[in-house]
Nanobody, 126 residues
Framework: QVQLVESGGAVVQAGGSLRLSCTASGLDFMMYCMAWFRQAPGKEREFVSVISRNGDGTMYGDSVTGRFTISRDNAKNTVYLEMNNLKPEDTAVYYC???????????????????WGQGTQVTVSS
């Protein structure tokens, strides 16, 4: 049974930092690109970041570039999202997703991913 479990969501003040984790089971982790998306109330699910199978490639959405960093530890089947200088507009449920693509020619959309976690809430207070 394939499972992605996110953790690390919390309430934090603007300007603060958080690190999200997503641990995978039931799949060959090294064969998957791993991504983070987020969804705020009443909004579409938004791409945040993706990392290649071996970690040597990354992409970021415009709104998080320079503030967020994605990384992975294939020995632990875990992908991380380090979030710095958080803003109230970063408030959302953050989802981890997996895809077997080798890489992407452009920023991937949610439709590239068919395996999702349950999400973790991040709330940034002003």
């Amino acid at each position: 049974q394939v499972q992605l479990v996110e953790s690390g969501g919390a309430v934090v003040q603007a300007g603060g930092s958080l690190r999200l984790s997503c641990t995978a089971s039931g799949l060959d982790f090294m064969m998957y690109c791993m991504a983070w998306f987020r969804q705020a109330p009443g909004k579409e699910r938004e791409f945040v970041s993706v990392i290649s199978r071996n970690g040597d490639g990354t992409m970021y959405g415009d709104s998080v570039t320079g503030r967020f960093t994605i990384s992975r530890d294939n020995a632990k089947n875990t992908v991380y999202l380090e979030m710095n200088n958080l803003k109230p507009e970063d408030t959302a449920v953050y989802y981890c997703a997996a895809d077997r693509s080798i890489w992407y020619g452009a920023l991937p959309s949610r439709y590239n991913f068919d395996t999702w976690g349950q999400g973790t809430q991040v709330t940034v207070s002003s």
